[in-house]
């Protein structure tokens, strides 16, 4: 039996989510139909992630395993044929039967994308974060520098279970600014559910005087979501990049 892995790229408007749920459109159920019938055998993708309603992904890592015997160029040209304009197989290649997309990944990597302006951009509705207020990008670096590191991140995810590990470590936190455009790019063995976007969400609240830079620590050491910044909108987040 092959195991191929592939790399996807979606706009998740008009998604609740990656994973299938019952009684909505989700990514996970949309590609598994159209990939199920150009390899015309039921498949089960294996992703690498879940991601939320709204949120995007630039290279989104999912593994199948099939006796198909198609080769590569013909299973991505077959797939992009079908797929929704919204949904794009990157490339695809055999991996070993054994290879796991979501147990093998080392670190995975989220951009969130702020359109800073007074004026809104029409190309970019569903795609960035509007945000009217002028940003102090040493102000949110300062803060944001102590996000990076091995921290229990709770105060910063919308977990609710006290049972769920939510130790993470956070490799790299950067913030780039071109423009109206700010870039915000996370790196990290593993996220919490909405962690990226209360993160962001909380740079945010510190750009606007609610929270101090050096009050980041404490919110980080009271394990309490109450004590963190707001959550930013989905809309603004990508799973940008997977790493094995």
């Known amino acids: 039996m092959r195991n191929l892995k592939i790399i996807m790229a979606y706009r998740g408007t008009n998604y609740h989510g990656y994973q299938i749920q019952p009684n909505v459109l989700t990514i996970q159920e949309v590609v598994q139909r159209h990939i199920s019938k150009v390899l015309n055998e039921p498949i089960t993708m294996v992703g690498c992630s879940r991601t939320d309603t ?7 890592v999912f ?8 080769n590569i ?3 991505l040209r077959g797939c992009n044929n079908l797929l929704p304009n919204d949904i794009s197989f990157l490339s695809c290649e055999e991996v070993p039967e054994e290879f796991h997309s979501r147990f093998d990944c080392k670190y995975k990597e989220y951009v969130y994308l702020i359109h800073n302006c007074e004026s809104k951009n029409p190309f970019a509705e569903d795609l960035q974060l509007h945000y009217r207020r002028p940003i ?3 102000l949110i670096k300062e803060a944001s520098r102590h996000y990076v590191g091995t921290h229990d991140f709770r105060s910063f995810s919308a977990v609710k279970d006290d049972n769920i590990d939510t130790i993470r470590t ?3 936190f950067n913030i780039e600014s071109c423009g109206n455009l700010i870039k915000v790019l996370v790196k990290g063995n593993g996220f919490l559910y909405n962690m990226v976007r209360i993160l962001v969400g909380t740079l ?6 609610y929270i101090l830079p050096n009050q980041i620590p404490d919110i980080i050491d009271s394990k309490n979501r109450l004590k963190a910044g707001r959550t930013a909108m ?3 987040l990508y799973l940008n990049k997977v790493y094995y």
């Not at 709204?54 to 989104?60: E, S």
């Not at 593994?63 to 198609?70: A, D, F, G, L, Q």
């Not at 945010?204 to 005087?209: A, F, M, Q, S, T």
């Open 54 to 60: 709204g949120v995007h992904a630039n290279g989104y």
């Open 204 to 209: 945010l609240d510190v750009n606007e005087g």
């Open 73 to 75: 160029k013909g299973l």
């Open 234 to 236: 989905a809309h603004g």
């Open 136 to 138: 102090n990008i040493d």
């Open 63 to 70: 593994n199948v395993h099939t006796n198909s015997s198609i």
């Open 170 to 172: 956070i490799y790299d």
